[in-house]
């Protein structure tokens, strides 16, 4: 049954990841975007857009697995984007920054909104090591410029010795559309709903629960109607 369950993820990540296969042909680009994309958060998802809209530059989205680097091993590009969502203290994504300025020699760093987990949750929970952590602080001091979310991922690349501004989520950017739009009769609060692999509880059960009643308790205050937003199956 693990056999089984491993190669159904791998088989996920090569379909999530497919659009790699394009660097095959493409051997330069402008500006390389770093970051989850296709994994069914609407977040990760918004900021990838956000970043599209507002670059004078037409983003690249580059690799994140092992496989697309080696098809990209003799691409390059300007300048790399380290994009969303909570990248910076997680020891695969210092892996793949590392790999990606090697692969495509970058001659620009930067970063605009991204996030940073917390130091100690995550050296307690073992999503990185004291070592890998400093690591990933070389690495930024690097870049030409660091833009982080909110004042709590400045404080903790502060405590890394590394500077940086706050600059929001980039999603903040987005816009509704144009277009005929028929106005709720009551307030709509939308509860973007996720698998989270990783939380604070091995089950999570208690995490639900705190939710769960939040958003009971905002739909009462307010009057509204509470509605439910899955990506993908699993987070039903």
């Not at 210092?94 to 090697?102: P, Q």
């Not at 001091?141 to 909110?150: A, H, L, M, N, P």
Request: with cysteine.
């Amino acid at each position: 049954m693990i056999g089984v369950q491993n190669f159904r993820s791998k088989c996920r990540t090569v379909w999530n990841d497919r659009v790699d296969l394009s660097w095959v042909a493409r051997r330069r680009a402008s500006v390389g975007y770093l970051g989850w994309l296709n994994r069914g958060n609407l977040g990760d998802e918004s900021m990838y857009v956000a970043h599209q809209e507002v670059s004078p530059k037409r983003l690249t989205r580059l690799p994140i697995q092992s496989l697309g680097f080696r098809l990209a091993s003799k691409a390059s590009v300007e300048a790399l984007v380290l994009g969303g969502g909570t990248l910076v203290g997680r020891r695969e994504w210092g892996t793949r920054l590392e790999k990606a300025i090697e692969v495509f020699e970058p001659s620009r760093l930067l970063t605009f909104g991204v996030g940073v987990e917390e130091p100690q949750f995550a050296l307690s929970r073992g999503l990185i090591s004291e070592k890998e952590l400093d690591r990933q602080a070389d690495l930024l001091r690097s870049f030409d410029r660091i833009g982080v979310r909110g004042p709590r991922s400045l404080r903790n690349l502060a405590e890394l010795g590394v500077k940086s501004e706050v600059l929001g989520d980039p999603a903040l950017v987005l816009k509704p559309r144009s277009g005929e739009r028929h106005p709720a009769t009551r307030p709509r609060i939308l509860l973007s709903l996720a698998e989270v692999g990783d939380g604070y509880e091995r089950n999570a059960d208690r995490m639900r629960r705190e939710v769960a009643m939040a958003a009971r308790m905002l739909a009462g205050a307010v009057g509204g109607d509470l509605l439910g937003l899955a990506m993908e199956p699993a987070d039903v």
